[in-house]
T-cell receptor
Framework: GENVEQHPSTLSVQEGDSAVIKCTYS??????FPWYKQELGKRPQLIID?????GEKKDQRIAVTLNKTAKHFSLHITETQPEDSAVYFC???????????FGSGTQLTVLP | NAGVTQTPKFQVLKTGQSMTLQCAQD?????MYWYRQDPGMGLRLIYY???????DKGEVPNGYNVSRLNKREFSLRLESAAPSQTSVYFC????????????FGDGTRLSIL
């Protein structure tokens, strides 16, 4: 089955700096890669996703890049703000699969 | 638009007691899921239902049963609760890879003494 590894497990950045979280996946058939943000005590919320026919996707300060050859994808947050502090999860799924496989999460702390 | 609704939000049980967690979605999704999330860990799939009338085991199904009551509702049952099942339980709907991003409910915080 699919295996998703996520790094780093914790990340601290100064407000205004950029943050990058990286994930690798094992199943070359995976073609859908969402990212979720989970604030303390809240539900995971989808913030951005990318499909394998696209190399990069942006939404304001958030971007995701995908390297199918290397089987890794990354979340980039620019101009970080204190409200970006949360746990971020990556996930992967193939079209034939009916489930997501999640990474272990990254605790992002944005220091004022 | 409520999305995914879970009940209850909190519950405390004694070892050996049983209970059912309820989940309903109003997004007309065929696929629904139950996850558990333990401190410092990611989301682990317990069971899922690809369509009404079907259920499949996920990564950690032992100690749980599920029922897909209809297209909207998917329940999770603990027959004989154990302290190891203390966790936060999330229900989700939407099948990844089919243009149905997966959306989560608010979770049920379950403590078993």
């Amino acid at each position: 089955g699919e295996n998703v590894e996520q790094h780093p497990s914790t990340l601290s950045v100064q407000e205004g700096d950029s943050a990058v979280i990286k994930c690798t996946y094992s199943d070359s058939a995976s073609n859908y890669f969402p990212w979720y943000k989970q604030e303390l005590g809240k539900r995971p919320q989808l913030i951005i996703d990318i499909r394998s026919n696209v190399g990069e996707k942006k939404d304001q300060r958030i971007a995701v890049t995908l390297n199918k050859t290397a089987k890794h994808f990354s979340l980039h947050i620019t101009e970080t703000q204190p409200e970006d502090s949360a746990v971020y999860f990556c996930a992967a799924s193939s079209g034939s699969a009916r489930q997501l496989t999640f990474g272990s999460g990254t605790q992002l702390t944005v220091l004022p | 638009n409520a999305g995914v609704t879970q009940t209850p939000k909190f519950q405390v049980l004694k070892t050996g007691q049983s209970m059912t967690l309820q989940c309903a979605q109003d997004m007309n999704h065929n696929s629904m899921y139950w996850y558990r999330q333990d401190p410092g860990m990611g989301l682990r799939l317990i069971y899922y239902s690809a369509s009404e009338g079907t259920t499949d085991k996920g990564e950690v199904p032992n100690g749980y049963n599920v029922s897909r009551l209809n297209k909207r509702e998917f329940s999770l049952r603990l027959e004989s609760a154990a302290p190891s099942q203390t966790s936060v339980y999330f229900c989700a709907s939407g099948r990844p890879g089919l243009n149905q991003p997966q959306h989560f409910g608010d979770g049920t915080r379950l403590s078993i003494l």
